[in-house]
């Protein structure tokens, strides 16, 4: 093939798309990451230490739903909207995160955590914040229960996971509801699960009321049940579920 004159020029006048710039490739995530999770744990603890009107699991179950539907909804195209360490590690599973940014979501992540805890207990009486342990996850009161709550937590976490990996990441099923639908599946989660186990499925929700209310009753069971589903929910779709694409990078 052999180029003209008018054709170098018209390549030379057609300039290439410019690069992020680094902030909104590496920070202004991280940025969106900390606000997102702030926000959510500010609300949903907020609605567990102002549950005092008999509503049960509905008002934190509503709260949280609409709290991470909404702001996945208007930060999702920062940074995923993740707002939560085990979505994190599923996301980077399915290859839908780079790994550079793995480790800066998570400490964004816990570090929303904690401020959104810590607003709740600047807004809250102090009271009703010391009789609901500052919306911390604390109903595990005796080592018969660990069993039941991490099988629990798994199962709901992977539940909130599928939802986030199908429904937003995976090519062929993503949906622009995706949204909705992960509040959808926090909302039902809680009202099936929230007796159990809290139906915490985040390690952030559950890291920054620990923190500022200083409760670490079987902390651990918080973070082992959804890092599990992640992982879970990870192999299953690169393994079966997934895309050509997103199976593809297998190999």
Request: hydrophobic share 50%.
């Amino acid at each position: 093939m052999v180029f003209t004159h008018r054709d170098v020029m018209d390549i030379e006048a057609k300039p290439s798309a410019p690069r992020p710039r680094w902030y909104e490739r590496h920070a202004q995530p991280c940025v969106a990451e900390l606000l997102g999770t702030a926000l959510f744990t500010f609300i949903g603890c907020l609605s567990v230490l102002d549950d005092s009107g008999g509503t049960g699991r509905l008002q934190p179950a509503l709260a949280h739903g609409l709290a991470l539907g909404v702001t996945v909804a208007v930060l999702g195209d920062i940074s995923g909207g993740h707002f939560n360490p085990a979505v994190s590690l599923g996301v980077w599973l399915v290859g839908g995160l780079h790994l550079t940014m793995l480790i800066p979501y998570w400490l964004s992540q816990l570090c929303g955590g904690v401020l959104g805890a810590g607003l709740a207990k600047a807004v809250a009486p102090s009271e009703r914040f010391g009789n609901a342990s500052g919306g911390a996850f604390g109903g595990i009161a005796a080592a018969e229960q660990v069993p039941a709550v991490l099988a629990a937590e798994i199962a709901l976490s992977s539940f909130l996971l599928l939802v986030v990996c199908m429904g937003a990441i995976n090519g062929r099923t993503s949906t622009p509801l995706a949204p909705l639908c992960i509040g959808l599946a926090v909302t039902a989660d809680i009202l099936a699960g929230g007796g159990v186990s809290g139906a915490c499925m985040n390690p952030a929700r559950a890291f920054g009321p620990a923190l500022v209310a200083n409760c670490w009753d079987y902390h651990w069971v918080y973070w082992v049940g959804p890092v599990v589903a992640a992982l879970l929910v990870g192999a299953l779709v690169r393994l079966l579920m997934g895309d050509q694409a997103t199976r593809l990078l297998l190999k």
